[in-house]
């Protein structure tokens, strides 16, 4: 972990970064050429069946909530989460353009959420890299899936072969994504994951700088 403050510690400024990005999001997905099977993969790994419910934990302007809902079918649910009122205006643009009838939205910090019931599985879609702090983040979210409930983590990183070659880079590669989507480049998700105390399934593309990874919750 880095010395440096992390600025993602102050929520009111993690949600005007994203309100400030959602508009231009699409644009740095290209950008950062997010291979279009990182997504499918993900949605994927939630294995998700009929009539059951997934969280979306900063599912943003809500790309992947078509897939979801799909495969939960009309009598499930696909509940999307959200700091940032902007992000939560394109999903549900998203939801509308898809003619999405099973999703609900609900802007809220994740810290201050609990569930009613618990969930199937949730994912973390690139929001994980955006929280301050991915352990307390991740345990939150562990405690809503359900015995045999898989919560799976779509993100980025600086991959392993790098980390030496970008080390003087870091500045500028901080400053930089701290002006656009937040991925916090001094994050060890991995590590964080491990925490969780089950099996970390991963699967890598683009040299390990995307992945997905998937834990189970024992029965
Ligand atoms: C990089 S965007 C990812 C959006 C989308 N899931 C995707 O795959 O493109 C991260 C999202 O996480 C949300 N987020 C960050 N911190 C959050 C928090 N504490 N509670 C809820 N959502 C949060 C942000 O508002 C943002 O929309």
Known sequence: MSSIANPRTDLQWVEHQFDRVAWSYPFFERLFLVPRRAR??????????????????????GSMLPAISAQVGVHGEVHGL????????????TARQHDLKNI??????????????????????????SFADPDIALQHAWSFLRPGGRLVVLDARIP?????????FLPAIRWFMEQTVLGDPDMRP??????????????????????????????
């Open 40 to 61: 499918d993969l993900a949605v994927e790994r939630l294995q998700a069946g009929s009539g059951q419910c997934i969280l979306s934990i900063g599912c943003g302007r």
């Open 104 to 129: 609900r939205l609900t802007r809220t910090d994740l810290h201050r959420y609990s569930p009613a019931e618990p969930y199937h599985s949730v994912l973390f879609g690139f929001s994980l890299s």
């Open 160 to 168: 392993p072969p790098m980390e030496r070659i970008t080390r003087p």
């Open 190 to 219: 991995l590590v964080a994951l491990e925490q969780l105390g089950a099996p970390v399934a991963l699967n890598t593309m683009r040299w390990g700088t995307y992945f997905v990874a998937t834990v189970q919750k024992p029965e």
């Open 82 to 93: 959200d700091l940032s009122v902007r992000m939560l205006q394109a999903a549900e643009r």
